[in-house]
């Protein structure tokens, strides 16, 4: 099972909005709307921030949205603000196993 | 408080065996699979596998990185589920992390322990 594909990269200055796309194929993303996003600082252990492609777990600022169209998903985060620097990762359910994105690290400027 | 955490990581030399634990509290244990991952340094996480509850037959599915040679397990009695790591090699060093399953995405997360394996 490959990885999606996530860019390596982003950034947004405070207050700006900011999307991480995550591409799949059609036995993971394009298959289930299963897909779940990841929050990880430095030395940390992740955290979840989005489920079943566009659900917020308690806690979780409205903020944070997520979508999927077609075999790719995607995370926005708006009014950004200095603590969602972070590491952020996209999964996905593919049948029988689980599939993560390589990670996309935010840069607040 | 929902807690979940890992014990039993250190130094390995390549070819031998460890078995990590993950210890959790908080949450019906057996009301849950339970999934293992692993992250290398500077790296993304990667999904190592889960253990389903025994409501669905308490089986196992592994990524294909270590099929074979990891075995995940479950003791609901005791709230802890274990990772048996065999014929270790030196691409499996990481840091391993356990996370509760709720469907089909980890709502809860342990800290990790670091598995090195070298000679």
């Known amino acids: 099972q490959s990885a999606l594909t996530q860019p390596r990269s982003v950034s947004g200055s405070p207050g700006q909005s900011v999307t991480i796309s995550c591409t799949g194929t059609?036995?993971?993303?394009?298959?289930?709307?299963?897909v779940s996003w990841y929050q990880q600082h430095p030395g940390k252990a992740p955290k979840l921030m989005i489920y079943d492609v566009s659900k917020r777990p308690s806690g979780v600022p409205d903020r944070l949205s997520g979508s999927k169209s077609g075999n790719t998903a995607s995370l926005t985060i708006s009014g950004l603000q200095a603590e969602d620097e972070a590491d952020y990762y996209c999964?996905?359910?593919?049948?029988?196993?689980?599939?993560f994105g390589g990670g996309t690290k935010l840069t607040v400027l | 408080e929902v807690q979940l955490v890992e014990s039993g990581g250190g130094l390995v030399q390549p070819g031998r065996s460890l078995r990590l634990s993950c210890t959790t509290s908080?949450?019906?244990?057996?009301?849950?699979?339970l999934s293992w991952f692993r992250q290398a340094a500077g790296k993304g996480l990667e999904w190592v596998g889960f253990v389903r509850s025994k409501t669905y037959g308490g089986t196992t599915e592994y990524a294909a990185s270590v099929k074979g040679r990891f075995t995940i397990s479950r003791d609901d009695s005791r709230s802890i589920a274990y990772l048996q790591m065999n014929s270790l090699r030196t691409e499996d060093t990481a840091v391993y992390y356990c996370?509760?399953?709720?469907?089909?995405?980890?709502?809860?997360w342990g800290q990790g322990t670091l598995v090195a394996v070298s000679s």
């Open positions: 996370g509760r399953s709720n469907g089909y995405f980890f709502d809860y």
């Open positions: 999964c996905s359910f593919a049948g029988s196993s689980v599939v």
């Open positions: 059609s036995s993971d993303v394009g298959s289930y709307n299963y």
């Open positions: 908080g949450y019906t244990f057996g009301g849950y699979a």
